[in-house]
């Protein structure tokens, strides 16, 4: 317990925890409490029809010839635009590719795949400006193959953006969005707001928009503050000392662990109140959970703490502390860019994205995955702070160094 | 200090000091055309490799340059020679930024010959960004006299303009691929003026 405090104490006296500490708040500023003055106490809107309110729908009627007409022209032009790293990317297909493409809309349209083919080059020969599809108008006279069902289309689409490396608007995940986004049926919207009224108690609905914010951004601030710790006695000379000490490598890393994870997550209880105090003050009258706030914070956003901190002691005594915070920043970029604003939750997804405050019945339906994906890293980060303790050992009996890189190639050589 | 002396040490800095963090952004400027595609792509697409994910290399490379003399017994060491450690920093900095420079040069050339709308103006400003968010974390780590610190002041910066680029005016990052075409000067001028904050700081307080 003295050791606990001690390190709680150190980190009180470090810089960069009050950067981070700033960090948390500018977050809560800029994003929820934001998004709060935008949206809070937004009243239900008398009918149906707004585009306030949309989802993606599945009509086949709406979505087949959406697509085909949008990846009839895309063909033409041999340009796809898709999103797999979040960024948008342009592909052109080679011969083989497109052939495969032109085999599928054969199937969905009846045109003639060679037929297509000709008409692409031809396309191609002729314009380089793109987007001049209204030359061949012959392609547009076309109808979908009554005897294609619906989940034969979207199987042939799910082919095509296979073809296209992934995150184009034919995979599963953007299909019906792309191309059958529809308003919302009124009583779908009524039975939002009275889930978010009745059974979120507004609260609820609000703490899993306040732990979406703070998801995204944990395994990234964690690391700075882990690393830096971790590199406190090497950078002030006291590692022989420490390393001379009776107490065991695993008291003194799972000690550290357990204080950076509770300093860290001290702020987060603090936002947690101060956005329950916000939502009181925009919902006077209503009735409202008192404890929702802290019970996401705690069920969503300490696990992320814990894997944040776990996963970057385990790479800085591994490594260094500067490699950690490359190599976590970089996990942290792939996993911010690659995911959506919402949706299904992964049983290992270390960022779990929820930015409404609405769709309660869609977090409801995959809360036993929710729950699994949390305790799954809160073991998992309980097991990197065990390695992170093994390799502690090796390093204080001396035979283990870190991975150092490119040490070798320069090792000093004697001239004699 | 001769010629000899300062080719000796530039020689020695870029292997013993600079050379992984070069690695790190070559390698990363390799993957530009794997998570972009580089194509014919119009102005405001063009800009994102630039903007969004090259500015990284310039925290790369820029933060880590006071590294090597973070320990301060070395610090200590090297000061007591006869080289100023500042003038040694500045060399670092320099080499840093003329490498940046050359690895934004590659990617646009690149670009350029796969019929992406690029221009000039776009390289200054993917250099100016980059610059400025390795500038940003320099001045965080002098202050600090710590590179995890730079870093923490580098990606909260690159963050916050995601959240509020429209409020960071002149500053913000990601303006040319919003479709705005100015303000990247204030962007390298902002460089400058940190990274010579960020040595004002260290010749106060770590008397550099």
């Given at each position: 317990?003295e050791?606990f405090?001690?390190?709680?104490?150190?980190?009180?006296?470090?810089?960069?925890?009050?950067?981070?500490?700033?960090?948390?708040?500018l977050?809560?500023?800029t994003?929820?409490?934001?998004?709060?003055?935008?949206?809070?106490a937004?009243?239900?809107p008398?009918?149906?029809?707004s585009?306030?309110y949309?989802?993606?729908?599945?009509?086949?009627?709406?979505?087949?010839?959406?697509?085909?007409?949008?990846?009839?022209?895309?063909?033409?032009n041999?340009?796809?635009?898709?999103?797999?790293?979040?960024f948008g990317?342009?592909?052109?297909?080679?011969?083989g590719?497109?052939?495969?493409?032109a085999?599928?809309?054969?199937?969905?349209?009846g045109?003639?795949?060679?037929e297509?083919?000709?008409?692409?080059?031809?396309?191609a020969?002729e314009?380089s400006d793109?987007?001049?599809y209204?030359?061949?108008?012959?392609?547009?006279?076309?109808?979908?193959?009554?005897?294609?069902?619906?989940?034969?289309?979207?199987?042939?689409m799910?082919?095509?953006?296979?073809i296209?490396?992934?995150?184009?608007?034919?995979?599963?995940?953007?299909?019906?969005y792309?191309?059958?986004?529809e308003?919302?049926?009124?009583?779908?919207?009524?039975?939002?707001?009275?889930?978010?009224?009745?059974k979120?108690?507004?609260?609820?609905?609000y703490?899993?928009?306040?732990?979406?914010y703070?998801?995204?951004?944990?395994?990234?601030?964690?690391?700075?503050?882990?690393a830096?710790?971790?590199?406190a006695?090497r950078r002030?000379?006291?590692e022989?000392?420490?390393d001379?000490?009776?107490?065991s490598?695993l008291?003194?890393v799972?000690?550290r662990?357990?204080a950076?994870?509770?300093?860290?997550?001290l702020?987060?209880?603090?936002?947690?109140?101060?956005?329950?105090?916000?939502?009181?003050?925009?919902y006077p009258g209503?009735?409202?959970?008192?404890?929702?706030?802290?019970?996401?914070t705690?069920?969503?956003?300490?696990?992320?703490?814990?894997?944040?901190?776990g996963?970057?002691?385990?790479?800085t005594?591994?490594?260094?502390?500067?490699?950690?915070?490359l190599?976590?920043?970089?996990?942290?970029?792939i996993?911010?860019?690659?995911?959506?604003?919402?949706?299904?939750?992964?049983?290992?997804?270390?960022?779990i994205?929820?930015?409404?405050?609405?769709?309660?019945?869609?977090?409801?339906?995959?809360?036993?995955?929710?729950?699994?994906n949390?305790?799954?890293?809160?073991v998992f980060?309980v097991?990197?702070?065990?390695?992170?303790?093994?390799?502690?050992d090796?390093k204080?009996?001396?035979?283990?160094?870190g991975?150092?890189v490119?040490?070798?190639l320069?090792?000093?050589?004697?001239?004699? | 200090m001769?010629?000899?002396?300062?080719?000796s040490?530039?020689?020695?800095?870029?292997?013993?000091?600079?050379?992984?963090?070069?690695?790190?952004?070559?390698?990363?400027?390799?993957?530009?055309?794997?998570?972009?595609?580089i194509s014919?792509?119009?102005?405001?697409?063009?800009?994102?490799?630039?903007?969004f994910?090259?500015?990284?290399i310039?925290?790369?490379?820029?933060?880590?340059?006071?590294?090597?003399e973070q320990d301060n017994?070395?610090?200590?060491v090297?000061?007591?020679?006869?080289?100023?450690?500042?003038?040694v920093i500045?060399?670092?900095?320099?080499?840093?930024?003329a490498?940046?420079?050359?690895?934004?040069?590659?990617?646009i050339v690149l670009?350029?010959e796969?019929?992406?709308?690029?221009?000039m103006?776009?390289?200054?400003?993917?250099?100016?960004?980059?610059l400025?968010?390795?500038?940003?974390?320099?001045?965080g780590?002098?202050?600090?006299d710590?590179?995890?610190?730079g870093y923490m002041?580098?990606?909260?910066?690159?963050?916050m303009?995601?959240?509020?680029?429209?409020?960071?005016?002149?500053f913000n990052?990601?303006?040319?691929?919003s479709?705005?075409?100015?303000?990247?000067?204030?962007?390298?001028?902002?460089?400058?003026?940190?990274?010579?904050?960020?040595?004002?700081?260290m010749r106060?307080?770590?008397?550099?």
């Amino acid at each position: 317990m003295e050791l606990f405090r001690m390190e709680c104490k150190k980190l009180l006296r470090s810089v960069i925890y009050y950067i981070f500490i700033f960090m948390i708040i500018l977050t809560f500023l800029t994003q929820f409490r934001h998004d709060l003055y935008l949206f809070g106490a937004k009243y239900r809107p008398a009918a149906s029809g707004s585009e306030e309110y949309m989802c993606a729908g599945d009509d086949p009627d709406k979505i087949m010839p959406a697509a085909t007409k949008s990846l009839l022209m895309d063909y033409m032009n041999n340009q796809y635009t898709t999103y797999p790293w979040g960024f948008g990317k342009r592909v052109h297909t080679n011969d083989g590719e497109s052939h495969k493409i032109a085999l599928i809309l054969e199937k969905i349209t009846g045109i003639d795949a060679a037929e297509l083919e000709k008409e692409q080059k031809k396309y191609a020969d002729e314009f380089s400006d793109g987007y001049s599809y209204l030359e061949f108008p012959g392609l547009f006279n076309y109808e979908i193959n009554p005897e294609l069902s619906f989940d034969d289309f979207c199987t042939l689409m799910y082919e095509v953006d296979d073809i296209l490396g992934g995150g184009s608007s034919y995979s599963e995940e953007n299909l019906f969005y792309d191309f059958g986004l529809e308003p919302m049926a009124y009583e779908d919207i009524m039975k939002e707001f009275d889930d978010f009224e009745y059974k979120d108690r507004i609260t609820n609905g609000y703490a899993r928009l306040h732990c979406d914010y703070y998801s995204i951004f944990l395994i990234l601030f964690t690391v700075f503050v882990t690393a830096l710790f971790m590199t406190a006695d090497r950078r002030s000379h006291m590692e022989q000392l420490i390393d001379s000490r009776r107490i065991s490598s695993l008291k003194l890393v799972m000690t550290r662990f357990a204080a950076l994870s509770f300093m860290m997550f001290l702020p987060l209880m603090f936002m947690a109140l101060w956005a329950h105090l916000l939502v009181i003050k925009f919902y006077p009258g209503y009735e409202l959970d008192h404890f929702a706030m802290y019970k996401y914070t705690f069920v969503w956003l300490l696990p992320s703490v814990l894997a944040g901190t776990g996963i970057a002691m385990l790479l800085t005594e591994l490594f260094s502390g500067v490699a950690a915070v490359l190599i976590q920043s970089a996990l942290w970029y792939i996993m911010t860019m690659m995911g959506s604003l919402s949706g299904s939750i992964g049983r290992f997804d270390l960022v779990i994205r929820h930015n409404t405050n609405m769709e309660r019945q869609y977090f409801m339906d995959q809360l036993d995955v929710f729950i699994f994906n949390r305790c799954f890293y809160t073991v998992f980060s309980v097991v990197c702070v065990l390695i992170a303790a093994f390799v502690f050992d090796l390093k204080r009996e001396g035979r283990f160094n870190g991975f150092r890189v490119l040490d070798k190639l320069f090792k000093h050589k004697s001239a004699a | 200090m001769d010629s000899e002396c300062w080719i000796s040490c530039l020689s020695i800095n870029l292997r013993r000091n600079s050379l992984i963090h070069i690695i790190i952004a070559v390698g990363m400027t390799a993957l530009v055309p794997v998570i972009f595609s580089i194509s014919a792509l119009p102005v405001n697409l063009a800009a994102q490799p630039l903007e969004f994910y090259m500015t990284f290399i310039g925290m790369v490379l820029i933060v880590p340059v006071i590294l090597p003399e973070q320990d301060n017994v070395i610090r200590e060491v090297v000061r007591a020679r006869r080289t100023g450690l500042l003038a040694v920093i500045i060399m670092r900095l320099i080499y840093s930024a003329a490498v940046l420079i050359l690895l934004y040069g590659v990617v646009i050339v690149l670009m350029n010959e796969n019929e992406s709308e690029v221009t000039m103006y776009m390289y200054f400003g993917g250099v100016s960004g980059a610059l400025f968010l390795g500038a940003a974390g320099f001045a965080g780590a002098c202050i600090v006299d710590n590179a995890i610190g730079g870093y923490m002041v580098s990606m909260f910066y690159y963050i916050m303009n995601y959240g509020m680029g429209e409020r960071l005016g002149k500053f913000n990052l990601f303006a040319m691929s919003s479709g705005i075409e100015e303000g990247k000067g204030w962007l390298a001028a902002g460089a400058l003026v940190l990274i010579a904050a960020g040595l004002i700081i260290m010749r106060i307080t770590r008397r550099i």
